[in-house]
């Protein structure tokens, strides 16, 4: 059985990372379900099911081969027309980042598209979408750990360049924890 955060390639081949890249899903879009990879397993897990009446506005997943400041692999929310089944590779564009702060550590987001999507195949950047979809995004993190008694800060979206910053940062942190046996 092959391990999806560390056997599977990030690259997409003739699409340049980090622009363009895989994302295993973890969550489809409309799911009260808070599903997470067991690190040690490669096997999706049931974290728990959302104390607040809220629901995942996007596909939510990682990045995989990449290590992110909070110890997890990068996260990535992929916008497209359907639900994606958890556990599933897709390939996706980055369009921009969200950035929180939770537990004090920073947790960032990347905005995609999914590439084969023809509904979404045309938007480059955060600037194509409309900007409802971003009110409803932050205030889905920003309310889906209320009710457990945990606050979470939530910025402004950022642009697709500091996406890739971000992306190549997590795939460098990722090589460097794996030669010296962190991962």
Known sequence: MIHPWHD???GIQN???PQNFRAIIEIPKGSSNKYELDKTTGMLRLDRVLSSAVYYTAN?????QTYAEDNDPLD????????VPPLCICE????GVMTMVDEGQ???KIISVLINDPEFEDLQSIADFPKHTFKMLKRFFEDYKNLEGKAVEVDEIQPVERAHE???DSLQRYSEARRSGHL
């Open 60 to 64: 939510y997943g990682f990045i995989p």
């Open 106 to 108: 920073p947790d960032h």
């Open 166 to 168: 971000i992306i190549e």
């Open 92 to 95: 996706a564009r980055a369009i």
């Open 15 to 17: 699409l340049d990372l």
């Open 76 to 83: 990535v929310l992929v916008f497209c027309t359907e639900k």
């Open 8 to 10: 599977v390639r990030p």
